[in-house]
Nanobody
Framework: QVQLVESGGGLVQAGGSLRLSCAGS????????MDWYRQAPGKQRELVAR???????SYADSVKGRFTISRDNVKSTVYLQMNNLKPEDTADYYCTAPRYDTWGQGTQVTVSA
């Protein structure tokens, strides 16, 4: 079955960086669009970044210029490089393959002021 496993979260000071990873299995990774979402406490889950099978990317306005999504189809892994982190980036981060509506367990990111 489709599985997604996120990693790389942690506690970082404002202005710092983190790189999240999401390893996919159980599906043909290279032909699928992959998304990163986040959910902050008390808020709805929001789309942060998307990468298509051909490498096209799009971002939420709140992270443009700071976050970069990329993929390694050999490793079936999608990444989210997060730079210049802000306290408002604090959330649980999830990856998903929209075609399958499957979610990983998430990875927690906490940014201290």
């Amino acid at each position: 079955q489709v599985q997604l496993v996120e990693s790389g979260g942690g506690l970082v000071q404002a202005g710092g960086s983190l790189r999240l990873s999401c390893a996919g299995s159980g599906f043909i990774f290279r032909i699928n669009t992959m998304d990163w979402y986040r959910q902050a406490p008390g808020k709805q889950r929001e789309l942060v970044a998307r990468i298509t099978s051909s490498g096209g990317t799009s971002y939420a306005d709140s992270v443009k210029g700071r976050f970069t999504i990329s993929r390694d189809n050999v490793k079936s892994t999608v990444y989210l490089q997060m730079n210049n982190l802000k306290p408002e980036d604090t959330a649980d981060y999830y990856c998903t393959a929209p075609r399958y509506d499957t979610w990983g367990q998430g990875t927690q990111v906490t940014v201290s002021a």
